[in-house]
């Protein structure tokens, strides 16, 4: 099976996925490395940019005593040197698993479509699964039922913590500008799995209730061109120390400091940032242990 969006999983699976990966990131500080995936390879095909993703799925791949392939684009050239399908095809036939950060999330489905093994999202333009696995993890970490606010662009990073919050019945209110909020298929896919989120054009409306407000870049990869009127649009949407008060900060990374947030909260001990970005290595282990084991 491939993991393309958080509801690729039913919310059993999901719980057994973030399960599994905080029983190996526990198992590996106290025993460190093990063999669970021995000999098996994870390709790993990037068109864009990225620190955590590229360094938690090698390393998590290394940590579990496989091997991973970056597959950059120079490399691999997803639309110039050989079809999506053909490279799909040709990954399968050497590769234990596929991860993709790509531009158009149709080029994810289309990878997982012809690739004989499990394809994994690691980011598209309109999701990203794999950073909602390690906010849930973190987020059940720190908090018992917490209530959550999302305060930002209704991107990538929102839309797939919007379904992993429904799908956990997490509560959570989110804040965009007009014009910048989750697309309404998506809101209907929570609204199918639990609830949708109450959404907002307000942050102090999304914050009111919240324990934790979570927030990300305004102009994402992709979107350098819309930079100007984005910056515009968002006014009033950075979390300033004043806006967080005593709440908890969650932040995917990269933070682009004097945008979406100040230097003085990302630097603040609200931030649990850190934790959320460790987490990927734990929750990315947790699926790639999971996946190895379905049909
Ligand atoms: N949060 C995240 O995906 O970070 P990178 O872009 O550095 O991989
Ligand atoms: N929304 C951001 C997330 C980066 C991890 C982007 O797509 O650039």
Redesign the pocket.
């Known amino acids: 099976m491939n993991f393309l969006d958080v509801d690729d999983l039913t919310t059993g699976e999901l719980a057994a996925v973030l399960d599994r990966a905080a029983a190996i990131k526990a198992d590996y500080r106290e025993d460190g490395a093990s063999d669970l995936l021995g000999g098996q390879t994870l390709g790993m095909i990037f068109e864009k940019?990225?620190?955590?993703?590229?360094v938690s799925f090698e390393t998590g791949m290394t940590q579990l005593g496989g091997h991973a392939v970056f597959l950059g684009p120079d490399d691999i050239g997803l639309h110039g040197r050989e079809p999506v399908k053909d490279i799909a095809r040709a990954l399968g036939r050497y590769v234990d698993f596929v991860m993709a950060r790509v531009y158009d999330h149709a080029d994810v489905v289309e990878l997982g479509e012809y690739a004989e093994v499990p394809v994994i999202n690691a980011?598209t333009d309109d999701a990203?699964p794999c950073?909602t696995l390690a906010d849930l993890l973190t987020i059940r970490e720190h908090f018992d039922d917490p209530t959550v606010a999302w305060v930002g662009d209704g991107n990538n990073v929102c839309q797939s913590f919007v379904l992993g919050a429904a799908m956990s019945g997490l509560d959570l209110a989110v804040a965009t500008p007009e014009g910048y909020g989750v697309d309404d298929g998506v809101l209907e896919r929570a609204e199918g799995l639990g609830t949708a989120p109450a959404t907002t054009t307000d942050p102090e409306v999304a914050i009111a209730d919240a324990d934790v407000v979570y927030t990300d870049v305004w102009v994402s990869m992709g979107q350098e061109d819309e930079r100007a009127e984005k910056l515009d649009a968002f006014e009033g949407f950075q979390i300033t120390p004043e806006l967080l008060g005593d709440r908890a900060l969650m932040h995917?990374?990269?933070a682009h400091r004097g945008e979406e947030v100040t230097d003085a909260v990302v630097e603040s001990d609200n931030a649990i940032v850190w934790d959320q970005?460790e987490n990927?290595l734990h929750a990315q282990k947790g699926l790639l242990a999971w996946l190895a084991e379905q049909e």
Do not use: E, G, K, N
Request: contains cysteine.
């Open positions: 940019p990225s620190t955590r993703t590229r980011l990203h950073q995917c990374l990269p970005a990927r």
